[in-house]
């Protein structure tokens, strides 16, 4: 009866097949991050450097985190994290709108959202020198 499934639901079911299948996808496309599983989490560390400075990134996708399947963060230190530069309240990069930018789909695939970090680190350059963000956004202020 798995046809009863949503595709979430089906992700957690065969989860191992889930995240191979994302391993394989994101180390094809991503040499920049080293990708393994632990448990039923893949987790992802890279980097990457823009105007002499190096951004460190560390991510967990596993389809049992509530809502979006992963998290990223970054662990460079001294940066400026807040909702102005598209930071989550819990630390993580907010790197498109969980429902607007789903456009119909239950969730985004990994392989889908990695693109968006090197993006965001371009974004953020700009907001340093311009102190506003110049990306695409959706606003964060609920009124």
């Known amino acids: 009866m798995d046809f009863l499934l949503s595709p979430k639901e089906r992700a957690q079911k065969y989860w191992a097949g889930f995240l191979y299948k994302t391993l394989i996808e994101c180390e094809r496309q991503f040499k920049w991050i080293t990708f393994n599983i632990k448990g039923s989490v893949l987790v992802g560390k890279g980097a990457l450097e823009r105007n002499g400075k190096k951004y460190h990134f560390t991510l967990e996708c596993s389809p049992f985190n509530p809502g979006r399947m992963e998290r990223i963060w970054v662990?460079?230190?001294?940066?400026?994290?807040?909702?102005?530069?598209?930071?989550?309240?819990?630390?993580?990069?907010?790197?498109?709108?969980?429902?607007?930018?789903?456009?119909?789909?239950?969730?985004?695939?990994?392989?889908?959202?990695?693109?968006?970090?090197?993006?965001?680190?371009?974004?953020?350059?700009?907001?340093?020198?311009?102190k506003v963000w110049l990306g695409p956004e959706h606003p964060h202020k609920i009124n």
């Open 75 to 130: 662990e460079t230190p001294h940066l400026i994290k807040s909702f102005d530069t598209h930071f989550n309240g819990d630390g993580s990069l907010c790197l498109y709108h969980p429902i607007l930018d789903l456009k119909g789909r239950p969730y985004l695939d990994l392989v889908d959202v990695l693109p968006w970090i090197s993006e965001w680190v371009e974004y953020y350059e700009l907001y340093l020198k311009y």
